[in-house]
């Protein structure tokens, strides 16, 4: 059973900094891509950005310089680092992976979401 577990959101003041982490547990073979997502209330869930296993990025253009994404493989896990912090940025934040398990099966994965709200 893999799953997907998030942290690191919050209430930040605009122009400050948070580190979302998304750690993946199951019998995990490769992880292939894996990124954030994002959903603001009354709108549809966007990218973020995203990372291939072998680091290739891509990242919305509407957070391109202000977001890092990076990945630790050997521990499954995910971050991204927010920089500059706008009160547009606020939403629920997501992670998802493409998931190669030992059984040889291949889905995608969603962590169940953290709040990341950013204050004017």
């Known amino acids: 059973q893999v799953q997907l577990v998030e942290s690191g959101g919050g209430l930040v003041q605009a122009g400050g900094s948070l580190r979302l982490s998304c750690a993946a547990s199951g019998s995990i073979s490769w992880i292939n891509p894996t990124g954030w997502y994002r959903q603001a209330p009354g709108k549809q869930r966007e990218l973020v950005a995203s990372?291939?296993?072998?680091?290739?990025?891509n990242y919305a253009d509407f957070v391109k310089g202000r977001f890092t994404i990076s990945r630790d493989n050997a521990k499954n896990t995910v971050y991204l680092q927010m920089n500059s912090l706008k009160p547009e940025d606020t939403a629920v934040y997501y992670c998802?992976?493409?998931?190669?398990?030992?059984?040889?099966?291949?889905?995608?994965?969603w962590g169940q979401g953290t709040q990341v709200t950013v204050s004017s």
């Open positions: 990372m291939t296993l072998f680091g290739s990025t």
């Open positions: 998802n992976s493409r998931i190669r398990t030992y059984d040889g099966q291949v889905d995608d994965y």
